[in-house]
Nanobody, 120 residues
């Protein structure tokens, strides 16, 4: 059974930093694209950042460009999100997402979410 487990959320003051990590475990063949999404109260879930297979390409929401950095470590089946210069509007539940190949066909998997709260 595939699991994605996030860690690193918490409470931070505006201007501060947090680093989120997500570990993929279970019987997997390979991992494709990975990403981080967030959902604030009363809003739709949105893509924050994504990284392609092998880490060659990344993309970011306009609202986080220059402040957030996504990275992956395929040897450890992890994806991380370094969040700097945090703003109150970054407050949300952050979800890890990964395209995982179990028996040849890819499926989307999600973590349980981790709360990030930025106080102004």
């Amino acid at each position: 059974q595939v699991q994605l487990v996030e860690s690193g959320g918490g409470l931070v003051q505006a201007g501060g930093s947090l680093r989120l990590s997500c570990v993929v475990s279970g019987s997997i063949f390979s991992i494709g694209a990975m990403g981080w999404y967030r959902q604030a109260p009363g809003k739709q879930r949105e893509l924050v950042a994504a990284v392609s297979t092998g880490g060659r390409r990344t993309r970011y929401a306009d609202s986080v460009k220059g402040r957030f950095t996504i990275s992956r470590d395929d040897a450890k089946n992890t994806v991380s999100l370094q969040m700097d210069s945090l703003k109150s509007e970054d407050t949300a539940v952050y979800y890890c997402n990964a395209e995982i190949f179990v028996r040849g066909n890819p499926s989307d998997y999600w973590g349980q979410g981790t709360q990030v709260t930025v106080s102004s």
